[in-house]
Structure formats: C-alpha cells, structure tokens
C-alpha cells in the first residue's frame, strides 16, 4: 500500500454528484466521499437546498499512475464544466494513517431512508431504513434528485410482500429501497452491463440477493410478464419513458403503481400524455427544480 495518498475535491450542485462520483470512482481508489451542505433539519422533514453544492473527494495513491489519474480526473470536469461551471481541483497530500480515517458521509433521504456506505456513522433512529450503498459504484448515490423523488414515491407505494419491477436499474439503489421497505421480490432490468454488475454488488453486500431476480435488457422480457408487478419504476429519460409507456402500463398488475422519473420538467407534460394515451391517470406530481417525478395507475375500465 503507498505510503501516501493524495486527495481531490471540488464542488457542484447535487445533481452532478453522480456524475463526479463515476469519474472520481474511475480513476481514484478506495471509494468516493460526497459530503452534503448542512444547515437544514433531517428530523424535521427538510432536504438540502436544490442549488446548495456537495463536496466530492477522491483519492489516489502516490506512484507512477498519480499524473495519469489527476489528468483523465481534470479533463473530464473541464468537460462537465460545459454545461456548469465546476471550480478547478483543489489537492491535499495525506499520509497513509490520515487516509484510512477517512470519513464516508451517509445521505438521509426524507425521514426514513438512510444512504449509508459500509463504516460511516450517523445519528441513527429507530424508523430509519438504511441502505449500504458503498461510495463509488455509479449511477445512483441517492444525491441526485431523480432518485430521491423516487425513492420517496417508493416509501409511499411499497407495501409489504408487494412485487417490484427496476427498470433502468442502475447501482440498484431503488432496488435495494423497495426491499428495505418490504417488498417481497425484486426483478432489475438494465441494458448496461456495468449496471448489472453493480446491482448484484450492492444486492449482495445488502444480504438481498435471493430477493432479486437482475437480468440485461429492457421490456418487455420473459422475465416480467405482464400483469404481474404492484409497484414498477423506472428512473429513466424522457425518451425511453415515451418509448416504453404501453409496456410499462402491460407490466403492471391490477391496482398497481407506477413510478416514473429522469424526465427534465420541460418534458413532463410528453410523458404523462405518453401515458395517459396508453391507459393511465396520473395520480400525483414532484418538480424537483429541472427535474420532474410522477405517479400513475391504470384507468378502470
């Protein structure tokens, strides 16, 4: 093991967490630290201010690799800085000790849930459903707000021994929600492999993974037939929650509940005609500022 370490950080809103996360992941080593802004109340209900920054930090062992890693880390916020500005990386030399003490944040989402990589600590409470997700395992850390919209329609519509389709799984992060908060069975589709892979990570180090069914590919699929789910969710574009509406509404059993988000607020209103011209209702709305998050049923009848 190097003897030192040298430490990245820089800030962004929260909706680039994940994306810095994944780049950080790539070329730095043991794990990512995404660090919230303070100032608001978890026990009363509040959430981080949309605009407010998060802290990403990454860390990269001193040796011959050091340059290559901090030069692929700088080019790619150079290219996410053109779509928001991202500050240039700030850099601290930590000896071995010093790294080993780093400190993996927990992410609270709502009153409930609990983000919490392996080792990190908290204020924990009696209600809390805590999720291990560990840092750096990519597409969904719980900071962006798409996830955590669907993860707190999740909260409402899961109910105890209730079956739920993941499609778009990703870290397997609304995967791993629902069997947290009792669902029975999980099946996870993803058409990307490295998502695949990360969800049966993340399922295994939750103990979850005879609950799961994970498989690649998309809808619809022998693997979820028709009729049989009470919750699906997907936290996906725009495009592909257009693309997909019949199958999506096919997949459903009677009385179940759709989850759907990924969709920028600017398109909302194609999704729910999507939707509604496939034989739903939309039964409830979250803007989260750029982003937007809806619930839906099939119409009787």
Known sequence: MPSH??????EAPGEYAETLSHLFARYGEGGVVVEEAGGYNPD???TPP????????????IDATTDDRRAHIDLGIRLISYLHPIPPLRERVLKDREWELQEFEPVRVGRRLVIAPGGSSW??????????????????????????????????????GCCVLDLGCGS??????????GAGSVTALDIEADAVKATLENLAINDLASK???????????????????????????NVLIALAPNVLAALAPGGVFVGSGLLAERREEVEAAFTG??????????????????????PG
């Not at 370490?5 to 820089?10: F, I, R």
């Not at 949309?50 to 062992?61: K, N, W």
């Not at 999720?131 to 409402?156: N, S, V, W």
Request: with cysteine.
């Open 44 to 46: 009363e209900g509040e």
């Open 172 to 181: 397997g992060i609304l995967s791993l929600t629902a069997l947290r908060l």
């Open 5 to 10: 370490w040298l430490e990245l950080s820089t």
């Open 123 to 160: 204020d924990r409470t009696p209600d809390d459903v805590v999720i291990q997700l560990d840092p750096g395992l990519a597409f969904g850390t719980g900071h962006h707000p798409t996830t955590r919209m669907c993860m707190l329609y999740l909260e409402k519509s899961v109910s105890p």
């Open 278 to 299: 496939s034989g739903a209702e939309i039964t409830d709305l979250t803007i989260s500022g750029d982003w937007a998050a809806f619930t839906a049923v099939l119409r």
């Open 212 to 238: 799961a069914r994970v498989q690649r590919g998309t809808l619809p699929n022998p693997i979820a037939p028709a009729g049989t789910f009470d919750v699906v969710v997907a936290n996906i574009s725009a």
């Open 50 to 61: 949309l605009d407010a920054p998060v802290t990403i930090r990454a860390y990269l062992p």
